[in-house]
C-alpha cells in the first residue's frame, strides 16, 4: 500500500513538473526561422520580430486554461 502511495505522488510531482514546463517553455515549434509558442510567434531574417500568438479565441482560451490548471494544480 506504501508503494502504491509512492508511486501516485512520484508521478503527481512529474505531472506539475511537465505542466510547469510546457506552460513556461518557449519554442514549441521550431521551422528554420521560424519559432512559435503558446505566447509569442518570433522570426529571424535580416532582423529579429516577435508577435504575440494571442490574435485569435482558440488560443486566448488555451493559454487561460494553462494559467488555470498550473493555479489549481498548486493549489
Known amino acids: 500500500m506504501l508503494l502504491l502511495l ?3 505522488i512520484v ?3 512529474t505531472v506539475l513538473v ?3 514546463v510546457s506552460t513556461i ?8 526561422e ?3 509558442d503558446l505566447w509569442q ?3 529571424t531574417g535580416t532582423f529579429f ?3 504575440a500568438s494571442s490574435s485569435n479565441e482558440l488560443t486566448q482560451s488555451v493559454q487561460a486554461m494553462m494559467i488555470l490548471s ?3 494544480s498548486v493549489l
Do not use: D, Y
Not at 25 to 32: D, R
Open 11 to 13: 508521478l503527481h510531482v
Open 18 to 20: 511537465l505542466l510547469f
Open 6 to 8: 509512492l508511486g501516485i
Open 41 to 43: 510567434n518570433c522570426s
Open 49 to 51: 520580430h516577435c508577435l
Open 25 to 32: 517553455v518557449s519554442q514549441w515549434l521550431v521551422n528554420g
Open 34 to 36: 521560424h519559432t512559435a
Open 70 to 72: 498550473v493555479i489549481f
